[in-house]
């Protein structure tokens, strides 16, 4: 007795998301053959689609469908301040507070040497050349609290310090260890407008 | 700023799968347009495939790509033992016993009037029809011994039985390598009411 080969195949992909083990991805692959073909079918093509579209922005390295994404290119935005985060999902933290009206860089991560996430990770290179456009005159590091935070804003500081470049950090009225993502909208204005240099 | 929406669309439909909120559906898109795009293309194939490929045999009610199963197609197995289990992962045990060459019925579930699932749901009529094909001698039904899998075994036995068929039971018992001081007294009951001689 062997199972379809489009089944197994099945739960082979469904053990590449994040901690879903093969007892789980087989209990998945049931369900939703079982009880939902048309959320399978919607994921099927949200995947398919996701991965053809979604690239990186040119300028500020977060999630886009096109060459730019719409804050970079909003005309508005203040073009000497750089905020520096580590997720889209902390950007959109910062833009709920509506302190902060320049542009941003995502790093898409932070430094953590023990699992091999280093420099070229957190694409500095690419920040550098960002901060060194000759617009920018501040680049504000809003990276979490956290000790991968701190040593990531910590690095980025010194390295873009002995370019020349001014660079703050989010004040501590953030808790220390806390995740932007899970703080209130009010602290996080607050530790913008206290910003200080570093 | 807005969340690109084919990355929108990712992370609402990855909410269809079973025990996955909005919070882990958003950490799962992230990571895998970021980590893990290969991935993402695999699991958009496979479930795109799965849906169009995998249906239900038309015998025993397993998933299958053919109109009927490799197991109810093989003309080796013994046509007068039909056995019901609730999952294809159930069906799977028993082959690996060795103890059963006969045909199965796979329910797709249990009986749970609490949830709404009723003898439709696990395909009664289907079962019915299966079983009084003229070929099949003995019923056994291998449910589970929850309490869910026993109401399905005794709804089915009564329903076949009252069409005249044999119904039989897995044995109840201590397990094998059970040490009685760790086998619950319910289970120790029913073996010394199911004794057999020796
Ligand atoms: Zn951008
Ligand atoms: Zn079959």
């Known amino acids: 007795m062997k199972t ?6 099945l739960t082979e992909a469904l053990r590449r998301l994040p901690g879903i083990g093969p007892k789980s ?11 939902d073909r048309e959320g399978a079918g919607m994921l099927g093509r949200a995947l398919t689609q996701a991965v053809e579209r979604i690239h990186h922005c ?9 060459e730019i994404c719409e804050t970079c290119a ?10 520096v985060v580590e997720t889209p999902g902390d950007q959109v933290m910062i833009e709920q507070t509506l302190t902060f009206k320049g542009l941003y860089f995502v790093l898409m991560g ?13 694409h500095l290179e690419r920040l ?3 901060a060194s456009d000759g617009a920018v005159k ?7 609290f956290t000790n991968e935070g701190e040593a990531t804003a910590h690095y ?31 602290t996080i204005a607050r530790a913008m407008l206290d910003r200080r240099a570093t």
Do not use: W
């Open 4 to 9: 379809p080969s489009s089944l197994a195949y």
């Open 25 to 35: 991805a087989q209990r998945i692959a049931y369900h939703m053959m079982q009880h």
């Open 58 to 66: 040119a300028l500020c390295n977060t999630f886009t469908e096109s």
């Open 74 to 83: 909003d005309e508005e935005r203040d073009r000497s301040l750089l905020c």
């Open 110 to 122: 932070h430094l953590s040497p023990l699992d091999g996430i280093g420099p070229k990770d957190i």
């Open 128 to 130: 550098i050349a960002r």
């Open 138 to 144: 501040e680049v504000i590091l809003a990276t979490n």
């Open 156 to 186: 980025i500081s010194e390295t873009l310090k002995a370019r020349g470049l001014k660079v703050t950090r989010l004040a501590r009225g953030v808790p220390v260890g806390g995740e932007l993502e899970h703080v209130d909208a009010g």
